[in-house]
Each structure stands twice: as structure tokens, then as C-alpha cells.
């Protein structure tokens, strides 16, 4: 059996993460998204929140499955008796980082190797933040992540309608108090 990890922040999860992992999942008989619990960087959504988008989100898909964790990554790979850990690259911007990060897990754990992926080029220069930032300005974001998320991001980041408060004037109007 062929395991995989694909982790990351997935705050939240969009359709260029679902484009690596779909990918992926071709090649391994198992694929584990791993949501990081230890993010540095505040997230949006909680733990919990972000793990629901992406079990809801990979639910069609077979041989996918959903956890979270904390701490090193390679552990967590030798404990899932992962091969290897996947991640996407984006542009040129992502490999420095990429890179610095693989080799030092391979430092950390010879036995787990770093895969790259590219996404479809609609989807190179997607990113959670990105796609949070449209949604705070009132953009459409409906090609770049899946309902479930799109409508969370929404419910989080767009004030709520409020009913419209009858004016005095309007009260005259209609002659109703
Ligand atoms: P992290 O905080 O670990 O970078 P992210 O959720 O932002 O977590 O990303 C997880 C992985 O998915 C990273 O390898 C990142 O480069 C990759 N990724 C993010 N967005 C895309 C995308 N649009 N296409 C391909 N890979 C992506």
C-alpha cells in the first residue's frame, strides 16, 4: 500500500489544492490531507472548520482521507507509514521555500521523500489568501474553491444583511405605526 501526506494550512482548502490532490491520488493508493494544527500564521478558520471543508471537499473522492497534525511532519509520516509527502508549486515564489523545507525534512527523516506537484496553470496563481481577500471585497470566487468553502468564507467574512429598519417617514407613508 502506496501512502501519501499532503499537508498544510488549508485556510481554507480551494480547487488548486483539490487539483494537486486529485493528481496524487492517481499515483498512491492513499492519500492523507494532514490539516496542520501548529500554524503560525493566525488562521480564519479553526482546526475543526478547516478539517470539515476538506472532508467535505475530497468526499467524492476514493482513497482520499482527512486528519490533522501537530508537531514534525516526517513523524507524523513515519507513524502513517508514509513513503512520501507531496506538495504543490505554484511559481518560481514557491520553490525557494519548498526546497529549504524538503531538504531539511530529508535531513530530518531520510526514508520520506518530497514530492512535487504542479496544478492545472488556471490554478498557479490560486492561493487561500488570495481567494480570502476577493471574498472580503465582495469578488466572485465560485471558480476557485468549492460551494462548501465558498459559502463558509461568506458566512465569515461578508457582514450579514441586516433587515432594513422602517424610517419614520416610511411609517407615515403607509399610515402603520
Ligand atoms: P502551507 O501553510 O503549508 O503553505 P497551504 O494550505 O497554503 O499550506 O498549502 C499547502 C500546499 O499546497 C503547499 O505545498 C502549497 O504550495 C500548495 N498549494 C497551495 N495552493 C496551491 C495551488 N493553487 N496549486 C498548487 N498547489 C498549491
Do not use: W
Amino acid at each position: 500500500m502506496r501512502t501519501v501526506i499532503y499537508p498544510g494550512s488549508f485556510d481554507p482548502i480551494t480547487n488548486g489544492h483539490l487539483d494537486v490532490i486529485q493528481r496524487a491520488a492517481r499515483l498512491f493508493d492513499r492519500v492523507v490531507v494532514a490539516v496542520a494544527e501548529n500554524d503560525s500564521k493566525t488562521p480564519l478558520f479553526s482546526l475543526r472548520e478547516r478539517r470539515g471543508l476538506v472532508e467535505q471537499a475530497v468526499a467524492p473522492f476514493p482513497g482520499v482521507e482527512v486528519d490533522t497534525f501537530a508537531g514534525l511532519l516526517v513523524d507524523y509520516a513515519q507513524r502513517h507509514a508514509a513513503q512520501a509527502i507531496i506538495r504543490g508549486l505554484r511559481a518560481i515564489s514557491d520553490f525557494e521555500f519548498e526546497f529549504q523545507l524538503a531538504l531539511m525534512n530529508r535531513k530530518l527523516n531520510e526514508r520520506v521523500e518530497t514530492i512535487f506537484m504542479m496544478p492545472k496553470d488556471t490554478y498557479t496563481f490560486l492561493s487561500s489568501r488570495i481567494v480570502k481577500e476577493i471574498c472580503r471585497l465582495g469578488g466572485d470566487i465560485s471558480a476557485f474553491v468549492p460551494p462548501g468553502v465558498e459559502a463558509a468564507l461568506k458566512r465569515k467574512l461578508l457582514p450579514a444583511v441586516q433587515p432594513k429598519k422602517r424610517t419614520a417617514a416610511a411609517r407615515g407613508r403607509s399610515g402603520k405605526r
